[in-house]
C-alpha cells in the first residue's frame, strides 16, 4: 500500500494538465493562422478546466481542502509532479505541434481509460476530457501531415522538434509504485499499459507525414518526483508573481 | 422585390454609340434602388448593386474593427501568463479568444465585399488601415485587465450596438453575435474591478490608478468631436452610421457614470456630474489632441503592437507556405479537411 496513492495520481494528472495549459496559452497573438490562435486558445481552455477538476478532487482525496490557486500557485518547483514533457518550451510551431500530437496522443488513451475509474469524480473529468482530448489529436494530427509533408523547410523543422521532444516520451510510460497502487486499486491505468495504443498511433501518423519516428538513448525523467529541466522554474515564477505578491486576497 | 444586381444590356443593341449613355441610365436607376433600400431600412446584400464609395467605405471600417479585434488581443494576452487565480485565467483566456473570433467573423463579413484577408493584413502592416487608437496603451498592471473590460468593452458596445441594424447585411449580422459577446465581457470587467475595489487597500489603489489611466481614452474612443468626424455625413446617409460621435459619447458617458459609483472608484475628470435640465450627465472635454497624436502614430504602444503582429505574421510565413503547399500535393483531403 501506497499512502495516497489516489491523491498523488490525480495530482499527477492536474499537473500535466495545467502546465501544457500555460505553455500553449503562451501562443496566444503569436499563431501562424488566426484559426489556429482560436484553436490553441480552445485546447489550452480545455485543458486547464481538467486541470481544476482535478485539484478539487485531489484536495478531497489528500484531505488538505487546499484550494485550486494552492495548488496552482503555492506549490514551489519541487513540488510539482507534472512530466516533463509538457513543460518543454515552445519553440517553433512544429515543437508545439510535435509536443502537442505526443501529450495529446497519451492523455487521451489516459482518459478513456479513466472513464471507468472507481473514483467517481475522477471517471467524470475523464469522460468529458476525453472527448475534447480526441479534437486536441485531431488538430495536432492534421498539422504534423501538413508540416511534414509539407515544404522542404517544414519537414526539416518536425525532424529537429521530433528529435528535441521525443527523449522526455519515455517518462510517460514510466510505472512506480503510486501508477501500480493506483492500476491495483482501479483508480486509474498504470501508464506502463497505455504504450502499445499510443505507440500504434505515433507511428501511423508520422508515417503518414513522411517522418521517421526517432529513437533515442538518452531517457530524461524525474518530473513524478518534483525533478523539472530548467526552464520550468521560469514559467513558474511568471505564473506565481502576481497571485504570492498579494497573500491571501480574493480575486 | 429587390435589385438583382444584374445588368441589362437591351437598350444598347441597335445603335452603338447608345451604350454609354444607356448605362448612365442603368447606374442612375440602380442608385436609386439602392438609396430607396437603405431609406426603408432594409439591408443590402453582397450580390446587390453598390455604389463603390459604399463598398470602399464599408472595407475600410470593416477592416478597421476586423484590425482592431486582432491588435486588441496583445494588451490584454499580456496578462494570461500572469492572471491572479485559475478562475481569472480561464476567464481571461476565454475573452481573448474571443477577439480573435470576432477578427475572424469581420474579416469573412468584408470579404463579401471583394477583398481578402492576406490583403487586409498588409494594409494593416503598411500602415494603410487603422485600427482602434485605444490599444495604443500599455496595460501595467492586473487592474487594467478589469479597467479594458469596464471601459473599453463599454465603449465599444455603445458603437457597435447601432451598427447590429446598419445597412450592409453581413456586418450587421456580425455584430448581432459580437455585440452579445462584448456585454458578457463589460460585466466580466465590472466585476473583476469591483472585487478589487472592495478588496485590500493595495488592490483598491491598483484599481483606481488603472481607472484613472483609462478614463479618458475610452471618452476618446467614440472619435473626434462631431464637427472634426471626416466619414461622418456620409456615413450616415447611407445606413452605416446611425448616430454621431458626440450623442454616442453621451451616451457612454451616462451608461458609466453611474456604474463607477457602484464600484466605488472616481473618474478622473472633476466636471463629472448629473445634470437635471439635460437628463443627461455634463463632463469635461476629452484631449483630442492627444486622440490626434495616438491616432497618426505616436502613442505609448503604436510601434510594439505593429512590430509584434508583424513578427508573429512572419514567423508563420513558413506554417502557411507548408499547408499551401500539402494542400496541392493532396487535393482531396485537404477539401475534406
Known amino acids: ?251 | 422585390m429587390r435589385s438583382s444586381g444584374q445588368i441589362e444590356h437591351g437598350a444598347a443593341l441597335d445603335d452603338p454609340f447608345a451604350g454609354e449613355a444607356a448605362a448612365e441610365v442603368i447606374s442612375d436607376r440602380h442608385e436609386a434602388e439602392f438609396q430607396a433600400l437603405i431609406d426603408s431600412d432594409q439591408r443590402i446584400e453582397p450580390r446587390d448593386w453598390m455604389p463603390d464609395g459604399y463598398r470602399k467605405s464599408l472595407i475600410r471600417q470593416i477592416a478597421q474593427h476586423a484590425h482592431s479585434e486582432i491588435i486588441g488581443m496583445q494588451p490584454e494576452g499580456n496578462w494570461i501568463t500572469r492572471a491572479p487565480s485559475l478562475r481569472r485565467k480561464a476567464i481571461l483566456m476565454a475573452k481573448v479568444q474571443d477577439e480573435a473570433g470576432h477578427g475572424l467573423y469581420l474579416y469573412c463579413a468584408a470579404e463579401t465585399l471583394g477583398v481578402d484577408r492576406a490583403e487586409l493584413i498588409d494594409l494593416l502592416h503598411q500602415g494603410r488601415q487603422k485600427y482602434s487608437s485605444i490599444f495604443n496603451y500599455p496595460t501595467l498592471t492586473w487592474a487594467d485587465v478589469g479597467a479594458i473590460g469596464w471601459l473599453v468593452d463599454g465603449a465599444a458596445i455603445t458603437n457597435q450596438i447601432p451598427l447590429c441594424r446598419c445597412s450592409f447585411g453581413p456586418y450587421a449580422r456580425a455584430m448581432v453575435r459580437v455585440c452579445k459577446e462584448e456585454s458578457f465581457h463589460q460585466r466580466q470587467g465590472f466585476e473583476s474591478l469591483y472585487a478589487l475595489s472592495h478588496g485590500t487597500p493595495e488592490q483598491h489603489e491598483m484599481a483606481q490608478d488603472a481607472v484613472n489611466r483609462w478614463w479618458w481614452p475610452s471618452v476618446e474612443m467614440l472619435g473626434p468631436p462631431d464637427a472634426e468626424s471626416t466619414h461622418s455625413a456620409q456615413s450616415t446617409a447611407w445606413g452605416i452610421k446611425r448616430y454621431s460621435n458626440d450623442e454616442l459619447r453621451q451616451r457612454f458617458v451616462d451608461m458609466v457614470a453611474p456604474q463607477a459609483v457602484v464600484l466605488g472608484l472616481t473618474p478622473p475628470d472633476p466636471e463629472l456630474r448629473w445634470n437635471e435640465d439635460r437628463g443627461h450627465y455634463d463632463f469635461g472635454e476629452p484631449d483630442f489632441e492627444e486622440l490626434r497624436r495616438v491616432v497618426s502614430g505616436d502613442g505609448p504602444c503604436n510601434r510594439q503592437r505593429a512590430a509584434h503582429h508583424l513578427a508573429a505574421h512572419e514567423e508563420g510565413a513558413w506554417v502557411r507556405a507548408a499547408a499551401a503547399a500539402y494542400a496541392a500535393k493532396h487535393p482531396a483531403t485537404s477539401a475534406a479537411a
Open chain 1, 1 to 251: 500500500m501506497v499512502a495516497g496513492a489516489a491523491a498523488v495520481y490525480a495530482l499527477r494528472l492536474a499537473d500535466d494538465c495545467l502546465v501544457l495549459s500555460h505553455r500553449l496559452a503562451q501562443w496566444s497573438s503569436r499563431a501562424p493562422t488566426l484559426e489556429d490562435d482560436v484553436a490553441l486558445t480552445n485546447i489550452a481552455l480545455d485543458l486547464l478546466g481538467q486541470a481544476r477538476g482535478l485539484y478539487a478532487r485531489t484536495a478531497e482525496l489528500d484531505g488538505t481542502g487546499r484550494s485550486e490557486d494552492d495548488y496552482a500557485f503555492m506549490r514551489g518547483e519541487r513540488e510539482f509532479i507534472n512530466c516533463l514533457l509538457v513543460e518543454q518550451e515552445n519553440g517553433d510551431f512544429a515543437a508545439t505541434i510535435v509536443r502537442q500530437l505526443l501529450c495529446s496522443t497519451f492523455q487521451l488513451a489516459q482518459w478513456q481509460a479513466l472513464t471507468t475509474s472507481t473514483d467517481g469524480p475522477v471517471s467524470a473529468v475523464a469522460a468529458k476530457a476525453a472527448k475534447e482530448t480526441s479534437y486536441h489529436r485531431d488538430h495536432a494530427t492534421d498539422w504534423t501531415l501538413r508540416l511534414g509533408d509539407g515544404t522542404d523547410e517544414s519537414h526539416r523543422r518536425m525532424e529537429s522538434a521530433l528529435a528535441a521532444m521525443w527523449p522526455f516520451t519515455a517518462e510517460l510510460f514510466e510505472s512506480d509504485a503510486v501508477a501500480r497502487e493506483a492500476g491495483a486499486l482501479g483508480v486509474g491505468p498504470d501508464p506502463a499499459t497505455l504504450r502499445p495504443e499510443w505507440e500504434g498511433y505515433i507511428r501511423r501518423v508520422l508515417g503518414d507525414a513522411t517522418l521517421v519516428m526517432p529513437e533515442s538513448t538518452w531517457t530524461p525523467s524525474g518530473g513524478r518526483e518534483g525533478l523539472h529541466t530548467e526552464c520550468f522554474g521560469y514559467m513558474l515564477a511568471e505564473m506565481q508573481h502576481l497571485h504570492r505578491s498579494f497573500p491571501g486576497v480574493t480575486w
